[in-house]
């Protein structure tokens, strides 16, 4: 289209004065953004829809390969005799290594996290086998889970040097939430004071990994190629233990001092206020969460855009027709549609790139077209590779967003006040 300018023959009419006018053009830019909210509201939609079936398809991959690992650690359970009841004991102390290995399960063009614990337990039970009521020749040593724990392997649970076969899975207790990988029953002497256990056994699983100190002292040493873990709970890894290279090392110490390890229990719930640690194996942040952050400085981007084009009518003395900027504004849009199709398959950084490079192209190939200007046509490009960049900056910024946006509309308002400062009615 030709761009109408000062020197055009034709005198326009009263409504198109009124247009050309400064507070015209604002009304102007002001209805064409507005116009281009439902557009821009369907991108949004259209973010969330590909996020809800993302989650689905995470749902589905934690369900068939696991999901959150609890540790309860080993418990030692004894049959009361004539009754279907039974005491539980818990470990003077338990030391447990868990080496993690992450790696990404990938369906279609989803892919998410997921990890293998390969672990090995060793704890120290002192029962106090005085009471006569208790089966001792039914004895049992297992590890507690939830139902959805996945153990894909599970050695043989060593007791007092002797290894036994995890005969059976039978619910801890009457709550069907709960499971116990228990060897099969076996003998204790009534003068037995001290029984030490080992086992070693892989779970699969994905999210977290949650650990409990149910023994009187509880130690644990993790080790994982993750790179990105995200610590919390109410214990935190040993100040002088931890270590991030090529994925993480780090170790915890807890205490439950209310547990009495001597004396046992009707249920498979220890005493006191359990001390927590949870390793979070999750993308802290992932493609969706950086296109919806992105999405949400559209109208931004979009203002700041026709304020160039604009700035450029002031100085090149000219009037740019409303259906410029109505083009411009939809190719912006698109910028959005662009990024999110390319980000599910590339990533989030290319596909910013290779976004942001194609709409680049396509505005300033147009602002020549339209103001038949190569310097206004690059001073186009450069104001909106300027304004991508900051962008991009923002949105992968977590902690300091807030300032450095504000910072940076800062610039950019003082530029434009600088600028229009001597303009006059």
Known sequence: MKTQTTTDKQEPNGFMKFLNAPFGRFLLIGTITIFLLPPLARVIFLIQERKDRAETIKEEIRSEWGSDFMYKGLVLRIPL???????????????TTLHVNASTKKRGIYHFPVFQSNNHTSAVFIPN????????????????????????????????????????????????????????????????TQINVNTTYTINGSGKIILKGFAKKSAYQMTSNWENPSFSGTSLPNPDSFQIKKGFKSAWSMMNIAQNS??????????????????????????????????????????LTFTVFYLIELIGKMVIHPLHYLMVGLSLILFYVILLSFSEQFGFARSYLAASIGILSLLSWYAYSVLRSLKFAFTILAAISILYGFLYVIVNLETYALIVGSLGLFAVLSAIMSFTRRLKM
Do not use: C, W
């Open 129 to 192: 086998l005085n009471n006569p009521n208790l089966d001792l020749s039914k004895v049992q040593i297992g590890l507690l889970a939830l139902t959805k724990t996945r153990i894909s392997n599970m050695g043989k649970i060593e007791v007092n040097g002797k290894g036994l076969d995890v005969e059976q899975e039978t619910t801890a207790e009457s709550s069907p939430d709960k499971l116990f990988y228990a060897t099969a029953p076996f003998t204790i002497d009534k003068s037995t």
């Open 262 to 303: 001597k004396v046992g229990i009707n249920q498979s719930k220890p005493y006191g206020n359990l001390s927590e640690a949870s390793v979070d194996f999750l993308e802290s942040v992932d493609q969706y969460q950086l296109n919806e952050r992105t999405v949400k400085y559209a109208i931004l981007v979009i203002l």
């Open 81 to 95: 005799k004539n009754s279907k009841q039974h005491l539980f004991y818990f470990p003077e102390s338990e030391n």
